[in-house]
């Protein structure tokens, strides 16, 4: 028997509820490598699933957790065997799989990736699924051309958790970091992490009927969308990139015209996390290990344990985590 949380949901109301519970091996599906999990984090889709699921889980009674971190148990695979540490975010495990939040997970070797040499379980999980975005949003940033010494680099929901890694890894890496936030409270831990200019959210937010504004962002790490992207493309320089990775602000892109595309050549690069092919994957882990400063990564930690999944659940589809909670699910 282990530690899970299930979510359970009741036929006849439709309501569903979150709690730790005993639930045991033969319950997992069916899959060729058992983990022992150590952490998992929690991301914006592990909110919805903890709650009622936004419609993303299938099938009840649930355990949410789309990223975990841990050791192999047993495996009938042959590229992990027992005692292999190993990460794994994405392919819909912890919505329409059985995910991290529990003390065992059962899971398909394709979906794996062996940790990095350099970092922790714990350490990977306190980069976790937004982490790893905000990797993947960098290096395709790198492809298009961003070098440092370009200009500012814009980093937008920044207190999040891939604005928070975002900004740790471009100041690491060189770039002039400015980071947009709508918590000014946060200031400090941004500079911390390596911004040296906060931008207002409000300055970002308004649409505006401009074709363009003035060339001001080198490149842009986007976590919100909504009015602000249709903003920042306006104001992007000339032949630069926007990545573009969540929705925290909205999933139109408000107030968005034709005319940075095509009077500036800007790039709107989309980023996904989830389906990203396995060579990608550990090469975005293996530019983790060496790019983030794992002092300042420590410093974006929030520890949790199962029984606080409920409410930090809650929290983050509000916009009020800072940073990235670890979850120590032992
Ligand atoms: P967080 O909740 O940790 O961070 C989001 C941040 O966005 C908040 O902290 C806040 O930053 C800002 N924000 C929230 N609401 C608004 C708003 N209404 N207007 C403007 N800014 C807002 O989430 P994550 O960092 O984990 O994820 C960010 C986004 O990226 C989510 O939409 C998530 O679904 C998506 N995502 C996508 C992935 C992919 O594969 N493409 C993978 C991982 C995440 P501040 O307080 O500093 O303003």
Not at 17 to 32: F, R, Y
Not at 88 to 111: C, I, M, S
Not at 198 to 207: D, G, K, S, T
Not at 255 to 282: H, K, W
Request: net charge negative; charged share 25%.
């Amino acid at each position: 028997m282990f530690k899970a949380l299930v979510v359970r949901k009741d036929e006849e109301t439709g309501k569903t509820s979150a709690a730790v519970e005993e639930i045991s091996e033969n319950d997992l599906p069916e899959a060729e490598v058992t983990v022992a999990v150590e952490y998992s984090t929690v991301n914006y889709k592990d909110g919805l699933c903890i709650g009622p699921g936004g419609g993303l889980v299938r099938k009840y009674p649930h355990i949410p957790g789309i990223d975990f971190a841990g050791t192999v148990e047993t495996s009938s695979d042959p590229r992990y065997k027992p005692g292999d540490k190993v990460i794994l975010t994405g392919w819909r495990v912890g919505e329409a799989h059985w995910g991290g939040y529990a003390q065992k997970a059962r899971v398909r070797a394709d979906w794996l990736v062996p940790l990095p040499e350099g970092l922790t379980t714990r350490q990977a999980m306190a980069v976790g699924t937004a982490g790893f975005t905000a990797m993947l949003a960098i290096m395709a940033l790198e492809d298009h051309g961003l070098k440092p010494g370009h200009g500012p680099v814009l980093v937008t929901g920044a207190a999040g958790g891939v604005g928070s890694v975002a900004t740790a890894i471009l100041a690491k890496l060189g770039h002039e970091v400015a980071a947009v936030t709508g918590r000014p409270e946060t200031e400090d831990y941004l500079r911390g992490l390596g911004a040296s200019r906060i931008v207002p959210r409000e300055e970002l937010n308004e649409v505006t009927r401009k074709p363009l504004e003035s060339e001001t962002w080198a490149g842009c790490v986007d976590s919100v969308a909504g009015a602000m992207l249709g903003r920042v493309l306006k104001q992007m320089k000339y032949g630069t990139s926007v990545a573009a990775v969540g929705l925290a602000g909205g999933a139109a892109i408000e107030g968005a015209l034709i005319t940075p595309f095509i009077l500036r050549g800007v790039n709107l690069l989309g980023i996904d996390s989830v389906m990203q092919p396995y060579d990608n994957r550990v090469r975005a882990w293996q530019r983790i290990a060496r790019d983030l400063d794992l002092d300042k990564l420590e410093a974006m930690v929030q520890p949790a344990t199962l029984e606080d999944l409920p409410r930090l659940g809650a929290e983050i589809l509000k916009g009020q985590v800072r940073g990235r909670v670890v979850v120590d699910v032992n």
